[in-house]
């Protein structure tokens, strides 16, 4: 399944999980993709893979819209679950190490 989403400046998709894989890649803006253990930039040709049941959400800080194209694989139960808190700033920084459990980040210019 495919799906295109916008999130306006200041918005955001809050934390869920789900099971099934996603696949997020950004055409434009720069969102910040957040997960049960810390966070990551995405800017635009940026994308995060979400294992299936990680918590994840987005946040736009930006002032621009937010762009993204996202790529999930079919389940039979495709219910999505409200997860706890925490991309609005409660996640701990980590330094830009995008050590956050079920979601790898990165950018499609790296080989």
Known sequence: MVRRFVIKPGGMIAMHRHGFYGFIYVIRGT??????DGRAELGP???ALVEANADHGFLNLGEGDVEAICVNNYVDDM???A???GC???LRNDGG???QRGV???SSAIA
């Open 97 to 99: 190490r995008n050590a």
């Open 31 to 36: 969102c910040t993709v957040c997960g049960r």
């Open 45 to 47: 040709g940026g994308f």
């Open 79 to 81: 219910e999505v679950i």
């Open 104 to 106: 790898t980040s990165g």
């Open 83 to 85: 997860a706890e808190p």
């Open 88 to 90: 609005a700033g409660e």
